[in-house]
């Protein structure tokens, strides 16, 4: 493996404390690099929004240690971890551009930098021309791929997408799963998908499982 992009040892977080902790993630030993493809599926409420939020470097952990030996500043910013959160919807009253532009410009980005990133990241997802349709004019697909937009736009070094294909059909989910692999590719970029349904198997070099909070690996 390259350099790795992030690496956990024994890592934990529980939520609260005494009679009322939850214990959301334990004992989580992984490293992601440049390289790997994985997916961590589990049911709901086994852990896996917490690992990536961990991953992410926006949670920290209550035990256990983690680090991103390839990135400065560590943790690394939005630019560099591409997240796509659970639920992270588009803000309606703004296109799809504007939307996608929006953790750019929010980022000190202008100008053409931002209109080329905006582009290349429509065009990685396929929404090549829908730039300028509203959110209420996409069909749920769309919708989803514009979400994935915004994440990818700032060319991201590590990409951690809970539940991107959440509630669209297993086709559609499927293709999306498709677009975000191959954009993880073009980008040479880490990918670690959580979601709550099986994955197609092909797509991904390491298929992980969240039970009750440990990461269990099933190849
Ligand atoms: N802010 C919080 N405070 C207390 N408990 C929490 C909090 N967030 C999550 N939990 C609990 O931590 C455990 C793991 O939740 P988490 O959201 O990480 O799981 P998940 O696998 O992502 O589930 P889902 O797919 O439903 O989001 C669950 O028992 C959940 O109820």
């Known amino acids: 493996m390259t350099a790795p992009l992030v690496r956990t040892d024994e890592l934990a977080h529980t939520y609260g404390s005494g009679l009322t902790a939850v214990v959301a993630v334990h004992g989580v030993s992984c490293v992601i690099g440049a390289e790997t493809r994985a997916v961590v599926t589990g049911r709901a409420g086994a852990g ?4 990536l939020h961990l991953l992410a470097g926006m949670k920290k952990p209550t035990a256990g240690t983690i680090d991103w030996p390839a990135f400065e500043p560590s943790p690394p910013g939005p630019d560099l971890i591409g997240l796509v959160l659970q639920d992270g919807g588009l803000l309606r009253d703004l296109d799809v551009r504007l939307n996608v532009a929006l953790p750019l410009v929010l ?3 202008t100008g053409t930098a931002v209109r080329d990133a905006v582009d290349g990241a429509l065009e990685l997802v396929g929404l090549t021309g829908f730039a300028k349709k509203a959110p209420r004019d996409l069909t749920g697909e769309q919708i989803r791929l514009a979400i994935l937009a915004r994440a ?13 294909a959440g509630w669209l059909d297993r086709p559609a989910a499927e293709r999306l ?6 954009a993880a590719d073009g980008l040479a970029a880490g990918l670690l998908v959580a979601t709550a349904e099986q994955a197609p198997a092909e ?7 969240m039970v009750d909070g440990k990461l269990v690996r099933d190849r």
């Open 152 to 164: 990818l736009a700032p060319a991201p070094k590590l990409i951690l997408a809970d539940d991107p």
């Open 107 to 109: 980022a000190g980005r």
């Open 203 to 209: 797509l991904f070099g390491e298929r992980w499982a």
């Open 48 to 51: 896996k929004t917490t690992l």
């Open 177 to 182: 799963l498709g677009r975000l692999v191959r």
